[in-house]
Structure formats: C-alpha cells, structure tokens
C-alpha cells in the first residue's frame, strides 16, 4: 500500500477530490508537485464547479457588448477576480490634462479606447498586455460646434458607439453622427445635426442609436426638458469618397410628462425597450420602441436628489441604474419591482454604472476618484473599493473588461490591472463594510 501515489487514482476522481478543497488548500496542493500543479491549472472543470458552487466568489466576466472575449483559463478567471475582490491591482494615469473636463469613455470590444476630452473625440490602441496606450493616437478628431452665446461650452457630453456607428451629443445642442469602417481608422462624418432642442438653446445629454445596421435612427434628450426624439438619417454617398449630403427628419417626439428632463437613456439589446434616466424621479421610465408608449411610468419626485444619473441594461429583463442619493437598484421590467437595491459606502452621490450582465456591477462615486464593485446576490454591503487616483475629482465615466478597470476623472484617466501576481503589489483592501452614525 505504501507504494500507492495519489496520482494513481482516476482522473475524474481526483477532479471530485480537488472541487472540494478550498482556494487556500488547492494552492498548497499545487506547491506539492508539477503533476498536480497542471492537473489543477489544466482543468477547467475544477474551477468551473468552484465558482458555481461558491456563491461567495464573485467571478467578474467581459461585459455583453464586449464581442471579443479574452482567451482565459478558468483557473486565470478566479485567480484574477480574487485580486478584484481583495483589492490587488496594479493603477496607472495614462492620460492627463490641465482642463477640467466631464469625460466620457468606452472600452470598445477590449481592444481601442474611446475618449471625449472636451470637443474631442480621441481613440488609444493596446499595447501588448492588453491596457490601453495612450502614449500615441489611433486618430483623432473635433466634433463640428456651433457658437452659443451663454454659459454653455461645446463639450461632448455623452458618446455611443453601436456597430459601426458613432454619436456624439454636444453642449452646444447639436449632435455629430459618424461612421466607422474599422475601429482603428478615423471615421467620417455622416451628419451634423443641428438645433435637436428648444432651436438649440439646451444642451444634448443623452444619446441612443436605434437600427444602426441598416438606416440610423438617432434618440435625443436633455436634462431640462421632458421631450424625446427620434431624427431619421438618410446619408447620400457618392461612390467611395464619403458623403456628400445627408438629411434628418424628426420622425417622432415624445412628452414624459411633469417637466422631468432626461439625463440619460439606453437601449436593450434586440432594440425593442428603451430606458430613460429622468431627472427629479426615483426609477427608470420604459419606452416601448415599436408603439412608442411607456411601459413603466413612475410618480415624480420633488426631491432632486432623486435623479437617475445614468442607467444600463444588466440583461434583456433587468436594468441597473445610480442616482444622484447614492442608491445603486436593479429594475425588473416584467413586474417594475426593485429586485436588488444598495447604498455608496460614503452615501456619496453616483455618477455611472456597468455591469458584466452576470453578477459583477461597478459604479462611480463623486468624490476621490473612487469605484465600487458591488455583487448582484449581495445586497448588503460592497465587494471593494477602487481608489483610482490621488485627487478629490468625481469618476464621471467608466469601463472595465474581466482584467481591468479605466476610470475618468476630471483632469485625468486611470487604468487599474488586476491581472498580476499578487505578491508583487501591496494589498488595498477597503471590503469592510461602513457603519454609518448621524451627528
């Protein structure tokens, strides 16, 4: 019998054995062998049934709009969300500027970084860890503005990129539309569309693009008036030069009602409902795409602190959202209940959101450059917080993929890695959660 190794017994058997350890056990198992040390790093199923059944272990995946999954193992996942969960990363500014700005970003597909710095649009490549290099431009390009004479600046306000369409609302009232044949080249414009509302006396805060892989549809909307539309584009190109002409015709406007305003929207992914962050009001309104109704309508509040600061879709029946009292809630469109609601550990106002539409949800704070992962079967208290950078600015915009986080502040953008050894960083972890005492 003393002849007998563990490595004699059948594989499916070890595999049975190995689900049963622990994270700490499964690691000293490792250090005993080099046979045991591949078993457990090849074996998929071993880590796939450790996080299925740990409901404790958050695993934070690529959000749904990311096409381009990375290509890692299941040990790799839990390994790299375990430095999420415990605060391991390794933070870096990639870019930074002297003007405050409210920037906006998006993590395209995990593989360019979109930015709108002022009237700029800008787009970074990777470098070959994955993160974005923002040492050098892929291009970029100033959104066309038209002169107000107030207070308001010719900032983008808010940008979406959908297929190979690029919208970009602008504080001057207008809105930029372009079109992309590849990320990486500089897109054309389409259309500049010009006075969207109140003949261009209000700003653009939000942006939706409706059926963009046929004839665009573009959704407007501002913080200060109760009024959707929807502007039909019809391009005119001449052979391969770019367009020449293009049209847009306001094919509908829709009322809210109660003098609301609208300070963001999205659109879920079979283009069918339409979710609307107003202004003064504790929830989400629905919008019905095909009737143009709503589905869920909502008393408004007199209290501003009420107001939807930005919202997104979690999964098809689910919407996730932030306001600006520093709720963090979950709608279920099917019933309009709540189905999970949580509170900044500061009580700080929030100002974005994502989710990876699983289970992880990231939201930015307006105050030390601070992010918080939270988990959706888990509404008690936060997984961790991200203190991204050394200054006291909002994060005013976000996105993350399963191995980093970019945050954009006023002055700058951080990018937080997780996907490092975690012997080689010092351990931040802010995962306690906070008791609240009224003076």
């Known amino acids: 019998m003393s002849n007998l190794s563990i490595l004699q017994l059948p594989l499916d058997i070890l595999v049975n054995i190995m689900t049963n350890l622990s994270f700490a056990d499964l690691r000293n198992v490792m250090l005993t062998c080099k046979a045991l040390r591949d078993l457990i790093l090849a074996n998929n199923s071993i880590w796939r049934l450790i996080s299925r059944d740990c409901r404790e272990r958050l695993i934070l995946h690529n959000s749904s709009d990311n096409s381009q999954t990375l290509t890692l193992s299941w040990y790799n996942r839990c390994r790299i969300s375990h430095n999420w969960c415990r605060g391991i990363y390794r933070s870096k500014v990639v870019i930074y500027h002297q003007i405050n700005y409210m920037p906006w970003l998006k993590f395209h597909e995990s593989q360019v970084l979109f930015l709108s710095v002022g009237s700029n649009l800008q787009c970074y490549p990777n470098d070959k860890k994955g993160l974005p290099n923002c040492k050098t431009t892929l291009w970029k390009l100033q959104v ?38 590849n990320p990486r080249r500089k897109p054309y414009l389409l259309h500049h569309l010009i006075d969207c509302h109140e003949n261009g006396q209000v700003e653009v805060s939000a942006v939706e693009i409706v059926n963009s892989t046929h004839k665009p549809c573009i959704v407007t909307a501002c913080d200060s008036i109760a009024t959707l539309r929807f502007w039909s584009i019809t391009p005119d190109i001449n052979g391969t030069n770019g367009v020449t002409n293009s049209r847009s015709v306001c094919t509908n406007e829709i009322n809210l009602g109660d003098n609301i305003g609208v300070r963001c929207v999205a659109l879920n992914s079979t283009e069918s409902k339409l979710s609307i962050g107003p202004n003064g009001n504790s929830k989400p309104l629905l919008l019905d795409i095909n009737t143009s109704k709503l589905v869920l309508t909502f008393e408004s509040t007199k209290n501003i602190k009420q107001a939807v600061r930005d919202v997104r879709w979690h999964n098809e029946n689910i919407i996730t959202f932030v306001t600006h009292s520093g709720m963090l809630q979950m709608l279920d469109t099917r019933t309009g209940n709540l189905v999970y609601e949580a509170i900044d550990p500061f009580q700080s106002t929030l100002y ?20 918080v992962l939270f988990d959706a079967r888990n509404p008690a208290h936060h997984v961790q917080m991200y203190f991204t950078q050394k200054k006291s600015s909002p994060i ?30 010092e351990t931040r972890d802010y995962s306690h959660a906070f008791e609240f005492v009224n003076r």
């Open 144 to 181: 066309p503005t038209v002169k107000r004479f107030d207070v308001r600046t010719d900032d983008i306000s808010r940008f979406v990129v959908k297929n190979n369409i690029i919208v970009c609302g602008n504080r001057d009232g207008c809105v930029a539309v372009y079109r992309m044949e």
């Open 396 to 425: 005013y915009s976000l996105d993350f993929d399963s191995t980093k986080l970019i945050a954009a502040a006023d002055r700058s953008i951080a990018v937080l890695n997780f996907n490092i050894n975690p012997y080689t960083v």
């Open 352 to 371: 974005c959101v994502k989710s990876d539409g699983v289970n992880s949800i990231l939201v930015g704070s307006s105050e030390y450059s601070r992010c």
